[in-house]
């Protein structure tokens, strides 16, 4: 009886051991794969941390952009066209702000608010891009001439001048003009696309049909960007200057800002030992140049500055 007994003893003891056994297996499986796991949240928030500036816009990397003030367009192959507010034509005396409109129920551009004011055909292509771009002004009114009054009397040659708020300038020059019955006038030639980088003008003319409300006929002035101005949307863009000045003095990294281009912030990467460079942190144009970072030692920084473009400069001299 007692030997049955230390038998069912040392069983007990042996299924326990061996329980115990495989229960402390699965705790270190369970721990190398937590650890494995959190090795892998700590890779992927690196990556997203080094990815940072190619996961979001320029506007949310630099938040105060809706604030900049942006300077003169460069002429270059980034250049994505204008957004008119005035034109001037010298030899018709012409001097008048821009408005954008659109297309009326009718299906047609809508006309200026007022006599001595242009509309720009804000969803057709904007100034100095491949396409049509159109303007259009009132010819008279009940009192009078209006401003495009003498648009018919332009020649080929005759230059028009448009630019937008930050002053960026494009020259046109005219082609030829055209007069069409006001329903047959050639509407893909006028609005649609085209290789070239064109501004065409229009305007009523011919006879007042009083029974319509309108003139009978719309004048045409085709006209192109200026060769010289053309020649320049070819070249390549620029990088922006690079930041001068780095340097590191406990956590403070500190530069000069950059003066020339249209800068709206900079770029600061980071390098430890044993690892390559990092973007750590934007900064934009308004802010104050300089950054901390309460994990300094032994690290090596550069800056770069960035334009409106998205285009970034080389990096600047290192500082440690």
Not at 125 to 147: E, F, Q, R
Not at 232 to 254: H, R
Request: charged letters at 25%.
């Amino acid at each position: 009886m007692n030997k049955l007994i230390h038998f069912a003893c040392f069983i007990l003891i042996a299924i326990i051991l061996v329980s115990g056994t495989i229960y402390v297996k699965q705790l270190m499986v369970q721990a190398s794969e937590t650890k494995e796991q959190d090795l892998k949240q700590v890779k992927e928030k690196q990556t997203q941390k080094e990815n940072l500036k190619s996961r979001i816009t320029l506007a949310e990397e630099f938040t105060v952009l809706k604030e900049h003030k942006t300077e003169k367009k460069p002429l270059n192959k980034k250049f994505t066209g204008i957004i008119p507010t005035n034109v001037t034509i010298p030899s018709i005396d012409v001097n008048a702000s821009i408005e954008q409109v659109g297309l009326l129920e009718t299906g047609q551009m809508a006309a200026p608010s007022t006599e001595d004011g242009v509309a720009w055909f804000e969803p057709g292509s904007k100034p100095g891009t491949k396409g049509n771009a159109v303007l259009a002004g009132h010819v008279d009114s009940k009192s009078g001439p209006a401003i495009f009054y003498h648009l018919k009397d332009l020649e080929k040659g005759d230059e028009i001048t448009i630019k937008d708020k930050q002053g960026t300038t494009l020259t046109f020059v005219v082609k030829k003009k055209q007069s069409y019955p006001r329903d047959k006038a050639p509407l893909n030639e006028i609005f649609g696309y085209s290789k070239g980088r064109h501004l065409n003008l229009i305007t009523c003319t011919g006879t007042f049909d009083r029974s319509k409300g309108t003139h009978q006929e719309r004048l045409v002035v085709y006209t192109e960007l200026k060769a010289e101005e053309a020649m320049q949307l070819e070249d390549e863009a620029k990088l922006p200057v690079t930041p001068t000045n780095v340097k590191i003095s406990g956590n403070l990294l500190t530069w000069h800002a950059v003066r020339e281009g249209n800068i709206i912030g900079y770029r600061i990467y980071k390098k430890v030992p044993g690892r390559t460079f990092t973007h750590i942190g934007s900064i934009s144009e308004y802010e104050r140049k300089s950054y901390v970072d309460k994990n300094s030692s032994n690290a090596h920084y550069y800056v770069t500055a960035v334009d409106e473009y998205g285009l970034e400069s080389a990096p600047s001299s290192m500082a440690k």
